[in-house]
């Protein structure tokens, strides 16, 4: 699986915006994915997951009712929704994918995923 994210930016303290994550290959709608994200100087950090077989969905508490992960299995993307945003939203944000051949049931490290996208920048102004 290869992982393209895109539609980061700089906006202002409250915006909102979305980012992308493009997937290839035709398993994409068995894959677990995740969202992270790594500000400089910075470990990277989960923020929302989406599970392939039930659909749900859990985010990190400080991005809870602001932040929407989804997926379009058609379109083999995943979504970040982002709105409220805030300056200490400010990072990189990748997108991950795990391999369904391993069975893992947390969801919330990086070691959980297996396949990565290049990360796309948000910055957040006050």
């Known amino acids: 699986v290869q992982l393209q994210a895109s539609g980061g930016g700089l906006v202002q303290a409250g915006d909102s915006l979305r980012v992308s994550c493009a997937a290839s290959g035709r398993t994409f709608r068995s894959y677990d994915m995740g969202w992270f994200r790594q500000a400089p100087g910075k470990e990277r950090d989960f923020v929302a997951a989406?599970?392939?077989?039930?659909?749900?969905?859990y985010y990190t508490d400080s991005v809870k009712g602001r932040f929407t992960i989804s997926r379009d299995n058609a379109k083999n993307t995943v979504y970040l929704q982002m709105n409220s945003l805030k300056p200490e939203d400010t990072a990189v944000y990748y997108c991950?994918?795990?391999?369904?051949?391993?069975?893992?049931?947390?969801?919330?490290?990086?070691?959980?995923?297996?396949?990565w996208g290049q990360g796309t920048q948000v910055t957040v102004s006050s």
């Open positions: 991950a994918a795990k391999d369904p051949t391993f069975v893992r049931y947390s969801y919330d490290r990086v070691s959980d995923y297996d396949y």
């Open positions: 989406i599970m392939w077989r039930s659909g749900s969905t």
